[in-house]
């Protein structure tokens, strides 16, 4: 029976073998929450497990922001769902890596924090000019102990990787193309085109060829799903101290973090 389960935070959409996931809290810059997880997590094993789905996009609502992490103004020490840290981040990154589908990131504006990890997990990148990729972890009391460190770095280098999450710069587009970290950039205005030309030569081609090319790239780097679980137990103690809800509290306030104050 066809599923037809509608979401709040997302869009859903399947046409012609492609399905397209499109976060929608434009007025959050399609931050996510917990219950934005559970139902990226539903909506990827709804097109990833149907037969007539060649390929996933995974992208934003408007044109501010792809995704911009987790949802700052939900985020009180725990964010508001489930999983160690409040949101089911594990389960969520595993997702993407585990469909048998290639998966497009779609960005058009910020793809910032877990947006970036997210956009970084997807098989492809495609990005209009408008695209800014980024870490703010060290801005914001918190950080990716798993794929947005670990696997970031294999595709970046491992000296990029630590700059981009120890100084917290934004990325242009074209900057980010020339790191690895996006595929193609065209003018905003061609994206949908471009990447739906990028899905019809994919569902051209053999799925299950597709599916064990993308099983073989993950096998290379599935053990980083360990550091991740791992690292997530330290995420949740980080996230109760003074120091991480500083970086919260500052955003939320509008103003600079003075973690100056926790250098002893
Ligand atoms: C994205 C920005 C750089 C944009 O800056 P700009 O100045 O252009 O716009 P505003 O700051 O005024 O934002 C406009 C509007 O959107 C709201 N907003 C934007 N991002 C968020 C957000 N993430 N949460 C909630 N709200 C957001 C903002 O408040 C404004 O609303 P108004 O009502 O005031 O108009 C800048 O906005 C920015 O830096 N945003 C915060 C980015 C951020 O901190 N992301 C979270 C990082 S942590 C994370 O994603 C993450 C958490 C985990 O626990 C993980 C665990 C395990 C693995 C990975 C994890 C992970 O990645």
């Known amino acids: 029976m066809a599923d037809t389960t509608q979401y709040t935070d997302l869009l859903y959409e399947e046409r ?4 397209t996931i499109t976060i929608n809290r434009p007025a959050k810059y399609n931050a996510f929450r917990g219950q934005t997880c559970d139902e990226l997590i539903h909506a990827f094993n709804r097109a990833g497990w149907n037969k007539a789905i060649g390929v996933i996009v995974l992208t934003g609502a408007g044109t501010k922001a792809f995704c911009t992490g987790g949802d700052q103004s939900a985020h009180e020490g725990s964010y508001d769902g489930k999983g160690t840290v409040g949101l089911p981040m ?5 997702i993407i890596r585990s469909v048998p589908q290639p998966v497009i990131a ?5 793809a910032i924090g877990g947006g970036n990890v997210l956009a970084t997990l997807c098989d492809l990148t495609l990005a209009g000019e408008s695209a800014q990729f980024g870490q703010v972890g060290p801005k914001m009391g918190s950080i990716d102990p ?5 696997y970031l770095s294999r595709i970046v280098g491992e000296k990029k990787a630590r700059e981009i999450w120890y100084l917290c710069r934004r990325y242009t587009a074209r900057e980010a193309e020339a790191m690895g970290l996006v595929n193609k ?6 994206l949908d085109a471009e990447v ?5 030569e994919i569902v051209e081609r053999s799925p299950t060829a597709i599916a064990i090319a993308k099983r073989s790239f993950n096998a290379d780097s599935d053990n980083i799903a360990g550091i991740g679980a791992l690292g997530m137990q330290a995420l949740k103690l980080f996230y109760d101290s ?3 809800k500083e970086g919260v509290a500052s955003f939320l306030e509008k103003r600079k973090p003075d973690f100056r104050k926790f250098y002893k």
């Open 242 to 244: 003074d120091e991480s």
């Open 185 to 190: 950039v065209v003018p905003d205005d061609q």
């Open 146 to 150: 798993g794929f947005g460190t670990a």
């Open 196 to 200: 739906e030309a990028w899905c019809r």
């Open 106 to 110: 779609k960005v058009r504006g910020y």
């Open 90 to 94: 594990e389960a969520l990154h595993s």
């Open 16 to 19: 012609d073998g492609i399905a």
